[in-house]
């Protein structure tokens, strides 16, 4: 599959089915319910070599040289229907999906221009206590949840809890998060600061 290589924009980090991640821990704690992830920061980074402009908003978060090494999606959920496949208390920040190409998964293509911090096809993902700052695509900056040739609308749904969405681009639509044949549920989180292209009616949420 496109992930697997090395060095490459299709560098993500995939979730797998019945695996649940955690962060937000100082390395001290000895149970789940004493990490802090408002404090211990855990960073998922898409900047590939940690080379991006300090000042970049709007739309030279797309555009700009140093992003052009960035992963098209930090994060990658892909045929995860296993209901309870968990993210929780972690910083997705620096993704970029600028490119009208396609990556494969299992057979299942993710469109690199949607989803830059995550990408979410045919899965029920649930993404808790969780960051996402600086990053873009054409749709669904901070989160792109789809379907690809597989049953009928509405068939999947992303829960959204407890997440905060600050300074992401979209070119044309969903800057924070854009949903397409699927349910997405959005619980106490916090939208801010979110930009698209001129030119374009753009929203933070479609």
């Known amino acids: 599959d496109d992930v697997t290589r090395s060095g490459q924009r299709n560098n993500t980090f995939l979730m797998v089915s019945f695996v649940d991640l955690y962060g937000g821990f100082s390395g001290e704690e000895t149970s789940l319910s004493q990490r802090n992830w408002s404090v211990n920061a855990t960073v998922l980074d898409g900047d590939l070599l940690q080379n991006d402009a300090t000042t970049l908003t709007g739309e030279s978060l797309m555009s700009h040289a140093s992003r052009s090494d960035n992963s098209y999606h930090v994060v990658s959920f892909v045929g995860n229907t296993d209901p309870s496949v968990m993210l929780d208390g972690f910083q997705?920040?620096?993704?970029?999906?600028?490119?009208?190409?396609?990556?494969?998964?299992?057979?299942?293509?993710?469109?690199?221009?949607?989803?830059?911090?995550?990408?979410?096809?045919?899965?029920?993902?649930?993404?808790?206590?969780?960051?996402?700052?600086?990053?873009?695509?054409?749709?669904?900056?901070?989160?792109?949840?789809?379907?690809?040739?597989?049953?009928w609308i509405g068939k999947y749904s992303e829960t959204i809890l407890n997440c905060i969405f600050e300074k992401n681009h979209a070119a044309y639509d969903g800057s924070a998060i854009h949903g397409e044949a699927v349910q997405v549920y959005l619980i106490n989180s916090t939208v801010l600061d979110h930009s698209y292209s001129p030119g374009y009616i753009g929203s933070a949420i479609r």
């Open 92 to 151: 997705v920040i620096n993704g970029n999906a600028n490119d009208f190409d396609i990556s494969t998964v299992e057979d299942i293509e993710l469109m690199n221009y949607a989803g830059g911090g995550i990408v979410a096809v045919n899965a029920n993902p649930k993404i808790k206590n969780s960051v996402f700052r600086y990053n873009s695509a054409y749709y669904g900056g901070g989160i792109y949840a789809g379907m690809y040739m597989d049953g």
